[in-house]
């Protein structure tokens, strides 16, 4: 009896402790430590305009497709950030090779003077179905138009574009991209 009784109580004794430390503390100060450092994406990286109201997130994209916007990727969710998915259409399914067309077919009517190569992300959607970003190339595709739709000087766009890129991670990882609704935003004057 005594045995099991001295065997038990240190056994009891440590499982408090760890429980204490890695159920309670090591959370909490995980937790105090990442909203202290990284406060934008705790807060779900939400933009808000000059008025502090929330335009949405820089991490999730968005539909737009009047001509006065910058259009994102295709997104196979439906940009419905919990219906999340990619299409997992393979490149010789015929519902694949009819989005891109119909996409083409969206972007040469927006633009039919446009005659530049049209960029992959133009016309793809995704893996998660909500890439917030396009690339330059993307952003360049559709500069004219969105200048023209707005009534500015391509100039001021092309300004617009630069201010919203983000480049290589660390210099080497990733491509340069733009947050498509930033740029939407700033040429907004939602935000500056």
């Known amino acids: 009896m005594t045995t099991i009784t001295s065997a038990i109580r240190p056994t009891l004794t440590m ?3 760890l ?4 159920g309670l503390a090591y959370p909490m100060i995980s937790t ?5 450092m990284f406060t934008d994406r705790v807060e779900a990286s939400l933009m808000k305009g000059t ?19 910058f ?15 990619g299409s997992n259409l393979g490149s010789a399914n015929p519902a694949l090779l009819e989005n891109v067309k119909a996409r083409i077919a969206a972007l040469k009517n927006a633009d039919p003077e446009n005659t530049q190569p049209i960029p ?8 998660s179905g909500l890439d917030p970003e396009i690339s330059v190339a993307a ?21 617009a574009i630069e201010r919203c890129t983000s480049h290589r991670q660390f210099g080497i990882l990733g491509e340069p991209r733009v947050n498509v609704l930033m740029v939407n935003l700033l040429l907004d004057g939602k935000i500056e």
Request: proline letters at 3%.
């Open 15 to 17: 499982l408090l402790l």
């Open 19 to 22: 429980s204490a430390l890695f």
């Open 32 to 36: 105090l430590l990442v909203q202290a």
């Open 51 to 69: 008025n502090n109201e929330v335009l949405g997130s820089s991490l999730i994209g968005q539909p737009f497709s009047d001509p006065r916007y």
């Open 71 to 85: 259009w994102g990727r295709l997104s196979a969710a439906q940009y419905n950030a919990a219906a999340s998915t």
């Open 120 to 127: 992959v992300d133009l016309v793809t959607a995704s893996a």
């Open 139 to 159: 952003a360049h595709y559709q500069l004219s138009r969105v200048a023209k739709a707005r009534g500015v000087d391509e100039h001021r766009v092309r300004e």
